[in-house]
């Protein structure tokens, strides 16, 4: 079974500055896909960025980088020049590739809680 | 906005009452699942439906059942409502054809109480 690890229960960092969320993951597949999601006070869970295992480049989305360590099993969440709106819960998430029929479903780490301070 | 609607926002029941949350996906996508989010518990898998289908299980109690309509909106029945039931229930949904890894998009949730 796939398991997610998000080691830092909370982290925390100034304003405009670059924080780094780690986490890692356990699998013996070979093709998965990989989300962080943020959950702000609002609960309402949204979709940062993902990643296909098969893509050697890390994906980026404006101020949201990962860098993906596929031998290492380690997918981690930069956030560059940090924002007031960004502090929320971050969830790392694992899908397994599967091929015909219907996506699988997401495995979630148990989350880092950032707080962004002015 | 995801586009994935869950109603009602907010309930609060009785301890061994039945509650039913309902969740229409976005335009176009044929998978629903269900997650349970609980303060002790995490984010957790409850059930997956794939164009009516049910494709996948996960830690569902035997109290909870679901089901995917042919219009492709799902429900998802509680009964015998216990307080530890109390969580945000997240209904998601995916256009999840056979090229699988397409995001997953969440609803707002639906906030359970049992008092």
């Known amino acids: 079974a796939q398991t997610v690890t998000q080691s830092q229960p909370e982290m925390s960092v100034q304003e405009a500055e670059t924080v780094t969320l780690s986490c890692t993951y356990d699998?013996?597949?070979?093709?998965?896909?990989l989300f962080w999601y943020k959950q702000p006070p609002s609960r309402q869970m949204i979709l940062v960025i993902r990643q296909e295992a098969y893509k050697q480049q890390n994906a980026t989305e404006n101020r949201f980088s990962v860098n993906f360590q596929k031998a290492a099993k380690s997918f981690s969440l930069k956030i560059s020049d940090s924002q007031l709106g960004d502090t929320a819960m971050y969830f790392c998430a694992f899908m397994k590739h599967k091929n015909g029929g219907s996506q699988g479903n997401l495995i979630f780490g148990k989350g880092t809680k950032l707080s962004v301070k002015p | 906005d995801s586009g994935v609607t869950q109603t009602p926002k907010h309930l609060i029941t009785a301890t061994g009452q039945r509650v039913t949350l309902r969740c229409s996906p976005r335009s176009g996508d044929l998978s629903v699942y269900w997650y349970q989010q609980s303060l002790d518990q995490g984010l957790q898998f409850l059930i997956q439906?794939?164009?009516?289908?049910?494709?996948a299980k996960g830690n569902i109690l035997e109290r909870f059942s679901a089901q995917q309509f042919p219009d492709l909106h799902s429900e998802l029945n509680l009964s015998s409502l216990e307080l530890g039931d109390s969580a945000l229930y997240f209904c998601a949904s995916s256009v999840g054809t056979a090229n699988s890894g397409n995001t997953i998009y969440f609803g707002e949730g639906s906030w359970l109480t049992v008092v």
């Open positions: 699998t013996s597949e070979n093709n998965y896909y």
């Open positions: 439906y794939y164009n009516g289908e049910e494709r």
